[in-house]
């Protein structure tokens, strides 16, 4: 069926292209996106482009928000950048996100001390400070520059523990690499926005940390808890179920009880309550979840698709809300994101080589030094009202950063020397 779809490809087109020279507005502008559409869904019939179906989805997801900017931005009358609409559908995607880790991710320090530090290290100075150096240079707006060193302080993202097990690096030190840099997401996310992008938008630390824990590690925390009581015994599932009842019982009191307190806006017992809160929820979405899983085991397998659906929301969305700037400036952000993207894999690569890891890890660390979370980059931007501008880096450099990372992966995997055994670093 795919081949159909691939067939039908070139026809859109084609009759794209007339219908521009007829100017026929209506039927160049679909043709457009249905050509796009048909090369996604397609391109999983031939070998040598299947692994770019998602990036296709992304590329379809811009040309659509460009063409159709307020089709996208508001569906009736509901308007599609709502604050809660971008926090569940965040928090859906680390959700899907964390149902591929597990705990032991996060161990993983013990067998590759020195690769993970150098790897942390790599992520938080280069990517910030390249983000900075590139965003001043091109002179962009203040929004827009400091969305690019945003991408930059944020943490990776499971693209670079795929790119690592195409490339045949080392996956444990990737997956470890990317648990403890999520886990350090909300002290240094605002700490680097606060030094590299203080002057450009105004940046409340305090503020920005809790909507990272609530984008990031809340929805983590969830997946973990369907882990524990997956793979760690009785015990663990008696204190998670034990934990979970006095969650539900804190969150029912709380309705009640909520109107007795006056708490203001914005205020550290607002965000301290808002917390709980979302723990209290985090056990309950992950008791209900593993729940669904003992009921239908294969849907750890499809989460990572609900991921991918809210990151082409999000480009979507961020792509037609920012349209007039990005059709000003779309070109000089692709160009920023090709060097800002290659400064990480460059710099990654040699600075864990000049730091005595093995080539195989030092890839690795490329890898994860290189590629950002762009989907918490554009859950920030999002709960900040800023879509339109400072989250517009990320719908450019999501794209870029899928295809780079896939053709590396594999001219790493097709040069890489059989022999070269990726030993653990246990220094």
């Keep these: ?9 070139p026809v859109f087109f084609i009759v794209a292209g007339l219908s521009w020279l007829q100017q026929s507005e209506i039927i160049w502008k679909l043709g457009l996106i249905f050509g ?10 031939v070998k040598i482009i299947s692994g770019y179906q998602y990036t296709f989805w992304i590329i379809t997801a811009v040309c659509a928000g460009l063409i159709y900017p307020d089709f996208f931005l508001h569906v009736g009358g509901f308007d599609m950048r709502n604050k809660w609409l971008i926090l569940i559908i965040i928090q859906m995607v680390m959700f899907g996100m964390g149902t591929q880790m597990s705990i032991e991710d ?11 530090l150098i790897g ?18 091109f002179g962009f707006e203040p929004e827009i520059a400091a969305g690019i060193i945003l991408i930059g302080s944020c943490s990776s993202g499971l693209a670079s523990n795929v790119m690592t097990y195409i490339a045949k690096g080392n996956l ?5 690499v990317t648990a403890i840099s999520t886990l350090a997401a909300p002290i240094m996310t605002p700490f680097l926005m606060k ?21 990031v590690l809340v929805p983590l925390a969830a997946a973990m808890i369907h882990d524990i009581l997956k793979n760690y015994g009785n015990l663990a599932r008696k204190r998670i179920y034990l934990l979970t009842i006095l969650s539900v019982f804190w969150l029912v009191i709380f309705i009640f009880i909520r109107k007795s307190f006056y708490v203001i806006d914005d205020s550290t017992a607002f965000h301290v309550f808002e917390i709980i809160n979302f ?20 849907i750890d397998a499809v989460m990572p698709y609900f991921s991918m659906f809210g990151i082409i929301y999000f ?3 961020t792509t037609a809300a920012g349209r007039d700037n990005l059709i000003q400036i779309g070109f000089l952000l692709f160009l920023a994101s090709v060097l800002h993207n290659g400064a990480g894999y460059f710099f990654g690569y040699w600075l864990s080589r000049l730091s005595g890891l093995d080539k195989k890890s030092s890839q690795t660390i490329a890898f994860e030094v290189g590629l950002q979370n762009g989907g918490m980059a554009s859950g920030l931007a999002g709960s900040m009202g800023k879509l339109a501008t400072l989250g517009l880096a990320s719908a450019v450099f999501s794209p870029w950063m899928n295809v780079s990372g896939s053709l590396l992966a594999n001219y790493w995997r097709k040069t890489g020397n059989p022999e070269d055994e990726t030993q653990p670093d246990t220094h």
Aim: glycine residues 10%.
């Design 1 to 9: 069926m795919r081949k159909y779809f691939l067939w039908a490809a």
């Design 36 to 45: 796009f559409s048909s090369i996604a869904i397609g391109a999983g019939h």
């Design 106 to 116: 996060f161990t993983g320090i013990r067998k590759s001390g020195r690769g993970v």
């Design 120 to 137: 942390l290290l790599g992520h938080f100075t280069i990517m910030p400070l390249a983000g900075f150096i590139i965003a001043t240079t």
């Design 172 to 176: 444990v030190l990737s997956v470890t």
């Design 195 to 215: 030094i590299f992008a203080g002057t450009l938008v105004e940046v409340h630390f305090f503020n920005m940390m809790m909507e990272i824990i609530k984008i």
């Design 279 to 298: 723990t209290c929820g985090a056990f309950i979405v992950g008791v209900l979840y593993h729940w669904l899983y003992k009921a239908y085991p294969k």
């Design 315 to 317: 480009t979507l969305v």
